[in-house]
């Protein structure tokens, strides 16, 4: 197995949006704002590359929406998706599953694409299953006034149209589900219903990547919670869960959204679940 990340682009939101009701005055020092509020995030996805199989875990924004609607992330910088994989020495084309941890355009936005007159749209990865789960797929395609503005129909129901979507079969196992991809999967409902929570066994280490559970160092403390999470009282339980395992077990957590931190792990203190230690994706991954 080999593990490459993948930079689709990054892009800024309001800091008091990403931290909810914690003060400026105690966030910024982890995440410093510009003088809009915003913060600095990055669309950090996550290519594995096992046999016959090149598995990509979600995929940024992907580029068809107007002008108008990027203006409101302050994109910066010059990563792309297709530019990130061909740094690696891979194209779009040979992707064989797009493994989506849930449906908020900021994930999913990228499998999508215009079609070549731009009529209408159609999957980006043309060889690939797109994955997601049958509790979350019902949520983005009937969803609720405070997360409408997060999924996309043009982002969603062109997996399903095109026959590539499939979904990950959940069981009732407590913490960890294991998946038709071979590695385990964390559900949790904080943030969104059943947003997936990839766990990968690489070499002698378990590589977390962490979605919107984790968004970034900044958010290790337990009240941390993005006011974008639908469900905060349910996000507190599995962060604790979540964090408490990440310690004990010595989980190493690939940050999506995380601008300037790829990979951390965490420790069990006196004060709670706290920052261990900060690595780079070469540090760990190559």
């Known amino acids: 197995m080999k593990l490459y990340p993948i930079e689709s682009g990054n892009f800024k939101l309001d800091g008091g ?4 009701v914690v003060p400026k005055s105690i966030w910024q020092k982890t995440n410093p704002s510009d003088d809009n509020n915003m913060i ?15 598995i990509l875990i979600d995929t940024g924004m992907g580029n ?22 061909a740094k690696h020495g891979f194209h779009r084309d040979a992707i064989t599953d797009v493994f989506l941890t849930h449906l908020h355009f900021d994930h999913c936005g990228g499998g999508i694409q215009w079609n070549a007159d731009r009529t209408g749209y159609e999957p ?20 609720n006034a405070r ?70 160092a900044g958010h290790i403390p337990l009240p941390y919670v993005m ?13 604790s869960k979540f964090l408490s395992a990440a310690a004990t077990n010595e989980y190493y957590i690939f940050l999506e959204h995380d ?14 679940v706290r920052l261990k230690d ?3 994706c070469s540090d760990i991954l190559s």
């Open 278 to 280: 900060k690595f780079s």
């Open 227 to 239: 006011g974008y999470d639908t469900r905060p009282l349910l996000t507190l339980p599995e962060k």
């Open 40 to 54: 600095d995030l990055a669309a950090r996805c996550l290519l594995i590359e096992e046999g016959n199989r090149l």
């Open 124 to 143: 980006a990865f043309k060889n690939a299953k797109f994955w997601s789960n049958e509790n979350h797929w019902a949520w983005a395609t009937q969803p």
């Open 147 to 216: 997360e409408k503005a997060s999924f996309l129909t043009e982002n969603i129901l062109p997996m399903q149209e095109s026959g590539q979507l499939h979904f990950i079969k959940r069981d009732d196992t407590d913490f960890m589900a294991t998946s038709e991809l071979g590695f385990g999967i964390f559900f949790a409902d904080g943030h969104t219903e059943k947003q997936m929570i990839p766990h990968i066994t690489y070499k002698d280490k378990t590589i977390v990547f962490a979605a919107d559970l984790l968004p970034t």
């Open 64 to 85: 068809k929406q107007s002008e108008k609607f990027f203006g409101h992330y302050s994109m910066w910088g010059n990563h792309s998706l297709d530019g990130s994989l």
């Open 17 to 20: 949006a990403m931290f909810g």
């Open 259 to 272: 601008a300037h931190n790829e990979i951390i792990t965490v420790e069990h203190t006196e004060k709670g």
